[in-house]
């Protein structure tokens, strides 16, 4: 079992800038992937950042040369996000995908871009 724990989420101007972090914790070791997903009202929850135990990042479209994720030890992910959009209000959720392919997600945190 893989435990995940969001913050850093809030409310922010357009143009600004947030940091969310998500920590892990149980089975650390099974983790071969991590990656953030958002989730805005009334539409699906979508693919925002990745990045492997390697270190390989992927990135939507839409958040590319925005948004940087990064990892600093085994159990803990950032997501650095600048030039923040009204489009990027969304509720934010950490997920790890072991190697045998399970998934984990934390409780998610909100993001409001908003003047």
């Known amino acids: 079992q893989v435990q995940l724990v969001e913050s850093g989420g809030g409310l922010v101007r357009p143009g600004g800038s947030l940091r969310l972090s998500c920590v892990a914790s149980?089975?650390?070791?099974?983790?071969?992937?991590m990656a953030w997903y958002r989730q805005a009202p009334g539409k699906q929850r979508e693919l925002v950042a990745s990045i492997t135990n390697g270190g390989n990042t992927n990135y939507a479209n839409s958040v590319k040369g925005r948004f940087t994720i990064s990892r600093d030890n085994a159990n803990t992910v950032y997501m650095h996000m600048n030039s923040l959009k009204p489009e990027d209000t969304a509720v934010y959720y950490c997920?790890?995908?072991?190697?045998?392919?399970?998934?984990?997600w934390g409780q998610g945190t909100q993001v409001t871009v908003s003047s």
């Open positions: 997920n790890a995908i072991t190697l045998k392919a399970v998934d984990y």
């Open positions: 149980g089975s650390i070791f099974s983790i071969n992937a």
